[in-house]
């Protein structure tokens, strides 16, 4: 095999490894999705409609987006207005159609 094709098996390799690492943030050792308790446009990946990924959602404490937060802690993050985090979508702080 000549070093070119080795190179290009290199990089191949390493770009997958990386793409599949940021595709996954709910991956993350001891972290947890947490809904609801985002600020507008600091949401993780997987928000709801309204939103496409990372860095998307449209209000804060958007209710279908979500934010990594370590293991345990979600539903003890207080927020304004009463609110908690959530370990499931939430139908609150929604952004207008």
């Known amino acids: 095999m000549t070093i070119h094709k080795q190179s290009l098996m290199i990089a191949a390799a390493l770009s ?6 940021f595709a996954t943030p709910a991956a ?5 999705q947490c809904f609801g308790v985002a600020l507008a446009g ?3 990946c997987a ?3 309204g939103t496409t990924c990372a860095g998307t959602s449209k209000v804060d404490y958007q ?4 934010k990594l937060v370590p293991a345990g802690t ?3 993050i207080e927020l304004p207005g009463d609110r ?3 370990l499931s979508a939430l139908d609150r702080d ?4």
């Open 16 to 21: 997958t490894g990386l793409a599949a690492q």
């Open 28 to 32: 993350a050792a001891g972290q947890e």
């Open 94 to 97: 929604l952004p207008k159609s």
């Open 74 to 76: 979600c539903t003890t």
């Open 47 to 49: 928000a709801g409609p």
């Open 42 to 44: 600091q949401n993780d």
């Open 63 to 66: 209710g279908n987006s979500f």
């Open 84 to 86: 908690v985090g959530s």
